[in-house]
C-alpha cells in the first residue's frame, strides 16, 4: 500500500541550529514528493517540491530538502532556525500511477519547536 | 478567483441535522481533494474527484458522508445526521491533473465544523 511517514511526532532545536524533519516513503514509481507547512490557525502552505533533477530542492523561507532514491527519503532541512519556523510540517507523495493517478498521500506531520 | 475557497467558513449545527460544505477550486483545476483535520492532528483524506467522478471514495468515514462534483469545478461534501465526532477542519485543495504546469496541491482556508 502506498504511505509515507513521518516518524517523529515533534522536533524540538534550538534558534540558530540547523533542523532536519524525516520523511520516507513507499509509492511505486517515481512519484513528485512534497513538504507543506503549517502555521497555527492557518491553512497549508506548499513549501518545496522534488519533480525531477537535482536531489537538492530549494524552496520558501530558505527551507531545501534532500530526495534520495535508493532509501526512499525527502528529508526536509533548514541550516539555521528561526523561532518563526515553529509550525506543523505536513510531506506529501503524489501518485503518478495506477487507478489513483493524481491521489495525493499525506505523513502524520511533524510539529517543529524552536527555542530561543 | 486567485485561490481555492470554502464556504462557509466557520459553522455550528446541532447532533443529527445536516450539513453542506461547499468548495470552490482554482479554475482550471481538474483535481480536487477533500480531506478533515482535528485540532493540532494530521490530515485525514475523505475523497477525491478527477473531473466529476470520484477514483477514491475509500476515506469517507461513513455512509452519512458524501461529496460531489458537477461542471467539474465546485464540490459540496454533505455530511448527514452529524455527529460530534464529526467536528474537525475541512480543508478542500485542488490540483492540475498531468505531469505538465504546477503539481502540487493548493489549499483552501477550510471549514470549521462544531457539531453541539
Known amino acids: 500500500a502506498q504511505s509515507v511517514a513521518q516518524p517523529e511526532d515533534q522536533v524540538n532545536v534550538a534558534e540558530g541550529n540547523p533542523l532536519t524533519v524525516k520523511c520516507t516513503y513507499s509509492?511505486?514509481?517515481?512519484?513528485?514528493l512534497f513538504w507543506y507547512v503549517q502555521y497555527p490557525n492557518r491553512g497549508l502552505q506548499f513549501l518545496l517540491k522534488?519533480?525531477?533533477?537535482?536531489?537538492l530542492v530549494k524552496g520558501s523561507y530558505g527551507f531545501e530538502a534532500e530526495f534520495n532514491k535508493s532509501q526512499t527519503s525527502f528529508h526536509l532541512k533548514k541550516p539555521s532556525a528561526l523561532v518563526s519556523d515553529s509550525a506543523l510540517y505536513f510531506c506529501a507523495v503524489r501518485d503518478l500511477t495506477g487507478y489513483n493517478f493524481n491521489k495525493f498521500y499525506f505523513g502524520s506531520g511533524t510539529k517543529l519547536n524552536v527555542k530561543p | 478567483g486567485a485561490g481555492v475557497s470554502q464556504s462557509p467558513s466557520n459553522k455550528v449545527t446541532e447532533k443529527g441535522k445536516d450539513v453542506e460544505l461547499r468548495c470552490d477550486p482554482i479554475s482550471g483545476h481538474t483535481a480536487l481533494y477533500w480531506y478533515r483535520q482535528s485540532l493540532g492532528q494530521g490530515l485525514e483524506f475523505l475523497i477525491y474527484?478527477?473531473?466529476?467522478?470520484?477514483?477514491?471514495k475509500s476515506g469517507l468515514p461513513s455512509d452519512r458522508f458524501s461529496a460531489e462534483r458537477t461542471g467539474g469545478s465546485v464540490s459540496t461534501l454533505t455530511i448527514q445526521r452529524t455527529q460530534q465526532e464529526d467536528s474537525a477542519v475541512y480543508l478542500c485543495a485542488s490540483s492540475v491533473t498531468g505531469t505538465s504546469g504546477s503539481h502540487e496541491q493548493f489549499f483552501g482556508p477550510g471549514t470549521r465544523l462544531t457539531v453541539l
Open positions: 522534488y519533480i525531477t533533477g537535482d536531489n
Open positions: 474527484f478527477q473531473g466529476n467522478s470520484a477514483p477514491d
Open positions: 509509492v511505486s514509481g517515481n512519484p513528485y
